[in-house]
């Protein structure tokens, strides 16, 4: 089992910034997937941004050139630097940590309200 805990959500004005932060427990972090998806109310959760255990990234067009995904193994820790935000970027956003097919485990979500 992994515990997965999302921080660092919360109110900013449209045009700022917010570094959102998971820790994930287990001693394999190194080699795993992590990902941080979004859902919006009355929406379908959708991917944000994925990084590999080689550090090879992966964004949702809508966030790309304004967010950053990044890692620290040392402290199995999984960060989302989100810039230029938009009122369109609220949303619950929930850290995944995945283990191999069929296997990711989840975080309870973190708000992000972006709102003037």
């Known amino acids: 089992q992994v515990r997965v805990v999302e921080s660092g959500g919360g109110l900013v004005q449209p045009g700022g910034s917010l570094r959102l932060s998971c820790a994930a427990s287990?001693?394999?972090?190194?080699?795993?997937?992590m990902g941080w998806y979004c859902q919006a109310p009355g929406k379908q959760r959708e991917l944000v941004a994925t990084?590999?255990?080689?550090?090879?990234?992966n964004y949702a067009d809508s966030v790309k050139g304004r967010f950053i995904i990044s890692r620290d193994n040392a402290k199995n820790t999984v960060y989302l630097q989100m810039n230029r935000l938009k009122p369109e970027d609220t949303a619950v956003y929930y850290c995944?940590?995945?283990?191999?097919?069929?296997?990711?485990?989840w975080g309870q979500g973190t708000q992000v309200t972006v709102s003037s």
């Open positions: 287990g001693s394999s972090f190194i080699i795993w997937t």
């Open positions: 990084i590999t255990s080689d550090r090879n990234t």
């Open positions: 995944v940590a995945r283990k191999g097919p069929g296997l990711d485990f």
